[in-house]
């Protein structure tokens, strides 16, 4: 009962625009197999500085410039048993899971409410600047600004072109789908909160937390962090930015909590064979790499979550101030 609103309002979106049929799809897969295969080129050259055009993909190994037909998504890592042509060096599974990751989201983009193509254009795009921010953040423990600047400057601009991106969010306004200037404030607000909201939270961390990260030399949350989610809130409201949060930061604190009982095991299973050290038991190791658990992944996961299921979550919001 509690989706009515928002299954009513992707119904008035498919009526108004001809929603791309399930024929479409393959292509989709397709497609995002191949823009995978880019963003495993991004992801690897990005933080380097190093051009992501130019020059062709190289075996890191070998140094052999790699063919186009050994560079085919997913199909030439199964044919090449997951090794380099010419000097058998192992390829990292990476390359085939980022490959079938954007395909699969690019595939859940056109397929969750039947977005129009305007909707779909930006979806895919937001999904492939996430999925590169969350490898690299997991590569390099960085949220490159080069990924989360246009994504907070391009998302205003998107709002005016498409505007039914925006529908439904903080400040758009009545009417359906809403007029260019509510959904550009509406992209603003979703911003604003997404930066201001997270840079509350990382504030507070810090003043609650400063002793513990100052000894780690490092700190809970990153300013990079704040910008992704204001870029995430630029694309899907305000709502969308606070949802994004909340399931980012529940994914986050899961995975921490699994880590803390993994570490905690290896540890116990060390102690039984050998005493350790003091200061190298299961909490001095979760401290460590507590320091260092990157949040981007957790926080594009969210991100995905809030630019697809933003219609439904809005419909739950509005359904739920309605009747309380
Ligand atoms: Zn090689």
Same mark, same amino acid.
Not at 229 to 240: D, E, S
């Given at each position: 009962m509690t989706g009515r609103g928002g299954r009513a309002e992707s119904r008035a979106v498919s009526e108004r625009d001809l929603p791309l049929g399930p024929a479409f799809h393959p292509a989709l897969v397709l497609f995002g197999l191949c823009v995978g295969s880019f963003l495993n080129v991004v992801v690897h050259r990005l933080p380097l500085g190093r051009s992501i055009v130019t020059p062709r993909s190289a075996c890191p190994s070998c140094r052999a410039p790699i063919p186009w037909y050994d560079n085919l998504p997913i199909l030439s890592y199964l044919l090449l048993g997951g090794r380099c042509r010419r000097c058998r060096a192992g390829i990292s599974l990476r390359y085939p899971f980022v490959e079938a990751l954007t395909a699969l989201l690019f595939l859940a983009a056109?397929?969750?409410?039947?977005?129009?193509?305007?909707?779909?254009? &930006?979806?895919? %795009?937001? +999904?492939?600047?996430?999925?590169?921010?969350?490898?690299?953040?997991?590569?390099?423990?960085?949220?490159?600004?080069?990924?989360?600047?246009p994504l907070m400057v391009v998302g205003p601009v998107a709002a005016f072109a498409v505007p039914e991106l925006l529908a439904g969010a903080w400040l758009t306004g009545p009417g359906f789908p809403p007029d260019r200037g509510g959904a550009v404030l509406a992209s &603003?607000?979703? %911003?604003? +909160?997404?930066?201001?909201?997270l840079n509350l939270v990382r504030w507070g961390g810090s003043a609650l937390f400063r002793r513990a990260a100052e000894r780690q030399g490092g700190e809970a949350m990153g300013f990079g962090d704040v910008k992704l989610?204001?870029?995430?809130?630029?694309?899907?409201?305000?709502?969308?930015a606070l949802l994004a949060f909340v399931l980012g930061s529940a994914l986050g604190a899961l995975f921490g909590l699994a880590h803390i009982g993994r570490l905690a095991c290896v540890a116990r299973a060390r102690r039984s064979r050998r005493a350790s050290a003091p200061g190298h038991g299961a909490l001095a190791a979760a401290r460590r790499f507590g320091s260092a658990i990157p949040f981007a992944p957790f926080l594009a996961a969210g991100g995905v979550a809030a630019l697809l299921l933003r219609g439904r979550v809005v419909g739950w919001f509005d359904f739920w101030i309605r009747n309380v």
């Open positions: 056109g397929t969750v409410d039947s977005p129009p193509a305007g909707v779909l254009a &930006a979806r895919l %795009a937001v +999904v492939s600047a996430l999925v590169a921010v969350s490898f690299i953040d997991l590569d390099h423990l960085i949220v490159p600004d080069s990924i989360s600047i &603003a607000f979703g %911003a604003l +909160v997404g930066g201001v909201g989610l204001a870029g995430i809130g630029a694309w899907t409201g305000g709502q969308g």
